[in-house]
């Protein structure tokens, strides 16, 4: 699988200033759904679960539950956008380039019921930021006298 990705990167990234049309990428988002939803999962168990092996065990089936959602919307808005093929170069580099991080936020604000370009002006930290837990306060340790 990685040398069909690393040729298809070799294809793509030429090609990487055209504007690609509606659809024409889909066929490849589609290939590559299935690792985005297991990448997804793996961050929301880290995320949540933290160093709590219990609690990230009983997190596995909900976050691959929410990882599904996300990673059709990321193909569908990724499909609709005219610079699939520069969010397609991105995921297969592995970084988060201008095109993808749209991406991201129009899929963002659509899993929340906003319209699509409510969330383009903020950036992805904030939205980060603004759902991150609240870090717990550490309980004081023992006191040398």
Not at 66 to 90: K, M
């Amino acid at each position: 699988m990685a040398t069909t990705l690393g040729v298809a990167a070799a294809l793509l990234l030429p090609l990487q200033a055209i504007p690609a049309q509606a659809g024409l990428m889909r066929p490849v988002l589609q290939l590559l759904r299935p690792q985005v939803e297991a990448r997804l999962a793996s961050l929301c168990v880290g995320w949540l679960g933290g160093a709590d092996g219990a609690l990230a065990a009983s997190l596995e089936k909900p976050c691959r539950q929410l990882a599904a959602p996300v990673s059709r919307c990321l193909v569908e808005e990724t499909d609709a956008s005219s610079n699939s093929l520069a969010v397609v170069t991105d995921l297969l580099s592995g970084r988060l380039g201008e095109a993808s991080e749209l991406v991201v936020k129009r899929c963002a604000a659509r899993l929340l019921g906003l319209p699509p370009d409510s969330l383009r002006d903020v950036s992805l930290l904030d939205i980060a930021h603004q759902f991150k837990p609240p870090t717990q306060a550490q309980p004081p340790g023992p006191q040398s006298r």
